[in-house]
């Protein structure tokens, strides 16, 4: 198993988030982490890369345990994250922001250009002349550029235009094809469930449901994930 989480319990200050969040991804797996707003995916995903501590439970990955290891060295076992937001270093050309932590591997700045040829088109540009679709893209390429072991998606396609969705849609599937292994947030259902071999829902912190995206019926659908 490339990523074990178990009974993983967070808090923030004195307040409690993750009440026992158990999650599993295997290498080349597509694992969709699932959820209304406000359960606990994002702190998932910040409590497994050292960024908020967990309180209790393990985090392992790659049969090594990460609790309590410091951001910084979790990344550089292998995990790429593409965090909420986009995050993309403004004042960096899109070049300088994939190269900033690039490591050797099969993803190279001209692998990354191949799957997006925006980028480029845009490579001397400064990320915050970007359009939001653009600095997304350069996300994604910057963190494949760290040539990680596991690619975390945390709402990669929010708030995007639908052809920009549709494009970084084909590039996950393509990932997926390739045996990329790689954990994904998303609400969109018709584009998140074609794709993941298995689908994780949290509840008020809690993990409620795990399985194949074919076994989530419709009854489970809206009592996790309606509105």
């Known amino acids: 198993m490339l990523l074990e989480i178990e009974g993983l319990e967070t808090f923030y200050g004195a307040s409690q988030a993750l009440f026992g969040v158990d999650l599993h991804v295997a290498s080349g797996e597509v694992v969709a982490l699932m959820g209304r707003n406000g359960m606990g995916k994002t702190t998932t995903i910040s409590s497994m890369i050292g960024m908020v501590r967990a309180r209790k439970g393990s985090v392992r990955f790659d049969g090594r345990s990460i609790s309590l290891l410091p951001s910084h060295k979790i ?11 986009r995050r993309c270093f403004p004042n960096l050309t899109v070049r300088e922001n994939m190269i900033a932590a690039a490591r050797s591997g099969r993803w190279d700045l001209d692998a990354v250009v191949a799957l997006f040829p925006r ?6 540009q400064y990320a915050n002349s970007l359009s939001g679709g653009e600095q997304q893209m350069l996300a994604i390429g910057r963190a494949l550029m760290t040539n990680p072991k596991l690619l975390v998606l945390d709402e990669a396609t929010e708030g995007l235009a639908p052809v920009i969705r549709h494009d970084i849609w084909h590039v996950i599937r393509t990932l997926k094809n390739e045996g990329q292994s790689i954990l994904v947030v998303d609400k969109t259902l018709s ?4 794709v993941a071999d298995r689908a994780v829902i949290l ?3 809690t993990t409620v449901w795990n399985g194949p995206p074919t076994n989530l019926t419709l009854d489970v659908q809206d009592r996790y994930l309606g509105v």
Request: net charge negative; aromatic share 0%.
């Open 203 to 205: 509840e008020k912190g």
């Open 75 to 85: 990344a550089r076992l292998g995990i790429g994250l593409v965090p909420e937001g």
């Open 119 to 124: 980028l480029g088109e845009r490579i001397g």
């Open 191 to 194: 584009e998140l469930l074609p």
